[in-house]
């Protein structure tokens, strides 16, 4: 079960009982911006400071190295992350 560890020093389980990492994020009720919640639009684009994730569909928003986007991706590994 990888851990998400956020700039503020909130830490997540994530235990795949959501879908995503935007999901998981909302449940905890951490405040993160976006519109479409399937890659298209960007607005959720975080950045990734360690640790590595997949994306469940690609994404077709432009993602800079260093950055994803929670709202179509999971972890593979414990992440460190930043939400604008």
């Given at each position: ?16 009982s ?17 519109h ?7 607005a ?5 400071v ?5 994306y ?20 593979v590994?414990?992440?460190?992350i930043?939400?604008?």
């Amino acid at each position: 079960m990888p851990s998400v560890k956020l700039s503020n020093g909130v830490v997540i389980n994530f235990d795949g009982s959501a879908q995503t990492l935007l999901e998981a994020l909302e449940r905890k009720k951490l405040e993160v911006n976006f519109h479409c919640r399937e890659g298209y639009c960007g607005a959720c684009r975080c950045k990734l400071v360690s640790g590595e994730v997949n994306y469940i569909n690609e994404p077709l928003a432009f993602v800079r190295k260093g950055e994803f986007l929670p709202c179509c991706s999971v972890p593979v590994t414990d992440i460190e992350i930043e939400i604008p």
